[in-house]
C-alpha cells in the first residue's frame, strides 16, 4: 500500500527556514510525481510545490515563489520541500500527496496521501 509520511514540521519564528520531507512506502511503478499542499484553519487544502520523481517536472506556487524549493531523491522515495523566509501566513498543516501522472497543482490528481505536519510559524 501507498503511504506518504511527512515530517519536519514544527514551530518557528518569522523569517526562520524549515525543511519538510515526504517519504512514500510502499511506491510501485505507477507513482509519477508528489505534490505538496498545505491547509490553514478554517481555509482549503491550498498547492504549495510539485515534483516529478525523476526530477525533470517541478512547480510552485506563485505565492511561494522565491522562498521555497521542492526536490526529488528517487532511490530515497523521498521528497524534500525547503522553506525559507517563513512568514505567520505560511502557518498551516502541510500535506504530501502521489500522482500517477504530472498533476501539478490539481489536486483531485493525487490519490495517495499522508496525515499532514504542522508548521506555525510566529511574528
Known amino acids: 500500500q501507498v503511504q506518504p509520511v511527512e515530517s519536519g514540521g514544527g514551530s518557528v519564528q518569522a523569517g526562520d527556514s524549515l525543511r519538510l520531507s515526504c517519504v512514500v512506502s510502499?511506491?510501485?511503478?505507477?507513482?509519477?510525481?508528489v505534490g505538496w499542499f498545505r491547509q490553514a484553519p478554517g481555509k482549503e487544502r491550498d498547492f504549495v510545490a510539485a515534483v516529478s520523481w525523476n526530477g525533470k517536472q517541478t512547480m510552485v506556487a506563485p505565492s511561494v515563489t522565491g522562498r521555497f524549493a521542492i526536490s526529488s531523491d528517487n532511490a530515497k522515495n523521498t521528497v524534500l520541500l525547503e522553506m525559507n523566509s517563513l512568514q505567520p501566513e505560511d502557518t498551516a498543516v502541510y500535506f504530501c500527496?502521489?500522482?500517477?501522472?504530472?498533476?501539478?497543482?490539481?489536486?483531485?490528481?493525487?490519490?495517495?496521501w499522508g496525515q499532514g505536519t504542522q508548521v506555525t510559524v510566529s511574528a
Open positions: 500527496g502521489e500522482a500517477i501522472s504530472w498533476s501539478g497543482s490539481y489536486y483531485p490528481g493525487y490519490k495517495h
Open positions: 510502499g511506491r510501485t511503478r505507477d507513482g509519477y510525481a
